[in-house]
């Protein structure tokens, strides 16, 4: 009875009695670990190619230059000398750095407060729900859309003292229309200052509008019901939550914003008289102007140096955060 019922379950089971004799071969515990291992480089070898022949070489190339005598006839001869610390001797002799740091410094401050000035309140203005509230959020990305070297331009036109659209503007309102927005030593830091802030909001605002979903409407609600108000509520309840993403916006924006270059270009060109002059239109002026590469590596690194300060500072405190 035992034996029918068992030779019946058979089928059932729809499985086979192994073979005599065929027993599984014993996998090597460090050859499969090998294995892994080298399908795992495997997969991030191709990044980590990249990265280092586009961004390390480039990197570790222009540092030895900076301690080289590197003119235009090295690129001829092959032949760049040492010349140890001269050249960081010639750009920190230099005053032109001095005061390119000070309005590469003003200039990332003032972009950077008013863009999160702004951006902060536009997104909590379209965070309320109003008829066309997405395609008025869609035009404020256009600054942000257009290429920098264009929006440069057409600002350019807009600030000329005599045929800009902005002093026609001011002259019908009776408010002056010849201001000297891009020729005046005095306005022309503060005029591409402006043109900054005008792209860098729609990136502050798509940012924090983001964060400003996540805050969970309970705290808002509970806030409400114990009598604060709508100032209070944002100040104790909404910023604290947005403090993650408002890490992310200003060391993003800053590292944006720092090595700026084709923007001031395009509107000044570094002048009049230096004086929108930035440690990244520094570095231009002496590698392409000047020829003067080993001068201009330097400044490049100093730049490179406070990127990475502040990236570190931004992976620090994502992983704060994270914890």
């Known amino acids: 009875m035992a034996s029918t019922t068992a030779s019946a379950a058979a089928p059932a089971t729809g499985t086979k009695a192994p073979a005599a ?171 591409v200052i402006l043109v900054n802030i005008w792209i860098g909001i729609p990136f502050n605002m798509v940012i924090l509008y983001g964060g400003l979903q996540e805050v969970p409407k309970e705290l808002h609600e509970a806030a409400a019901l114990d009598g604060a108000s709508a100032w209070r ?11 993650p993403v408002i890490t992310v916006v200003l060391v993003l924006g800053f590292m944006s914003t720092v090595k700026i270059l084709d923007l001031v270009l395009a509107l000044t060109d570094g002048g009049p008289a230096d004086s929108t002059q930035t440690l990244g239109t520094l570095t231009y002026q002496n590698s392409f102007v000047q020829m003067d590469f080993g001068a201009g590596a330097v400044v490049g690194n100093i730049l490179i140096l406070i990127s990475a300060v502040f990236a570190v500072f931004y992976l620090r405190a994502n992983r704060n955060e994270g914890k």
Request: net charge positive; aromatic share 14%; glycine share 10%.
């Open 233 to 243: 509520t944002f100040r104790s309840v909404t910023l604290p939550m947005l403090k």
């Open 21 to 191: 004799g065929a027993v599984g071969k014993p996998v090597n515990p460090r050859s499969a670990k090998r294995r892994k291992s080298l399908a795992q480089w495997g997969f991030i070898a191709p990044a980590v190619i990249f990265m280092a022949l586009f961004f390390g070489y480039p990197l570790v190339r222009n540092i030895v230059m900076s301690f080289q005598d590197y003119s235009p006839s090295t690129f001829f001869t092959g032949e760049a000398p040492f010349n140890g610390l001269d050249n960081w001797h010639n750009v920190f002799d230099d005053g032109l750095f001095g005061k390119a740091l000070w309005q590469t410094i003003l200039f990332t401050v003032g972009s950077l407060v008013g863009q999160f000035c702004i951006g902060l309140a536009l997104a909590v203005f379209f965070t309320r729900r109003f008829p066309l509230n997405g395609i008025l959020r869609s035009l404020i990305l256009l600054p942000w859309l257009v290429p920098m070297v264009v929006s440069g331009i057409v600002w350019r036109r807009i600030f000329d003292q005599d045929t800009g659209v902005l002093n026609s503007f001011l002259g019908t309102l009776g408010l002056g229309g010849d201001t000297p927005w891009l020729t005046s030593t005095s306005m022309a830091l503060i005029s």
